[in-house]
T-cell receptor
């Protein structure tokens, strides 16, 4: 059974700092991995989707990497801003064609001005 | 605005009530999903519909009854719920198949009293 773990559960950094969020999964036979952002009381916003054949994806100040063999993904946020404060969720697509996502519990990030 | 609209945003219902959550997507997708987000727990998949057909039921109690009349609309009918069913219910959609970005709505906050 696939399990997704995100460390740390919470993180507080000063504005301008570069930071890394970690995601690990127990079954390396994943199809793809997706990072989401969730603001308090809101739904999820997709940040980056990494296909199983890719090793990384970049969007603006965000860079996500994927190492299937070690069961790990990282989300790198450069030059953090207070507006980056949110919960970041990692999710993996399991085997098969169901589109079923398995989520981690998230990392809650606070960027202080 | 993600293209996935959920109503109502907030719902309070008694344990003997019958209510429904509605989801509509304007993205031309053919797969729709219900996810549940409880406090302190990872997001968990409830149901998957592909081309209006249910393809996954993640052992959800029968007091939750989904309905998908067409590829753009998805309902979750609620009946005789328990207080522990209080949670954020998120609808999502995507193109069918693993590896396509999934888009979430803002969610419906449900409180069962």
């Amino acid at each position: 059974k696939q399990e997704v773990t995100q460390i740390p559960a919470a993180l507080s950094v000063p504005e301008g700092e570069n930071l890394v969020l970690n995601c690990s999964f127990t079954d390396s036979a994943i199809y793809n991995l997706q990072w989401f952002r969730q603001d308090p009381g809101k739904g999820l916003t997709s940040l980056l989707l990494i296909q199983s054949s890719q090793r990384e994806q970049t969007s603006g100040r965000l860079n996500a990497s994927l190492d299937k063999s070690s069961g790990r993904s990282t989300l790198y946020i450069a030059a953090s801003q207070p507006g980056d404060s949110a919960t970041y969720l990692c999710a993996v697509y399991g085997s098969g064609n169901t589109g079923k996502l398995i989520f981690g519990q998230g990392t809650t990030l606070q960027v202080k001005p | 605005e993600t293209g996935v609209t959920q109503t109502p945003r907030h719902l309070v219902m008694g344990m003997t009530n019958k209510k429904s959550l509605k989801c509509e997507q304007h993205l031309g997708h053919n797969a729709m999903y219900w996810y549940k987000q409880s406090a302190k727990k990872p997001l968990e998949l409830m149901f998957v519909y592909n081309f209006k057909e249910q393809t996954e039921n993640n052992s959800v109690p029968s007091r939750f009854s989904p309905e998908c009349p067409n590829s753009s609309h998805l309902f979750l009918h609620l009946h005789t719920l328990q207080p522990e069913d209080s949670a954020l219910y998120l609808c999502a959609s995507s193109h069918r198949g693993t590896g396509n970005t999934i888009y979430f709505g803002e969610g419906s906050w449900l409180t069962v009293v």
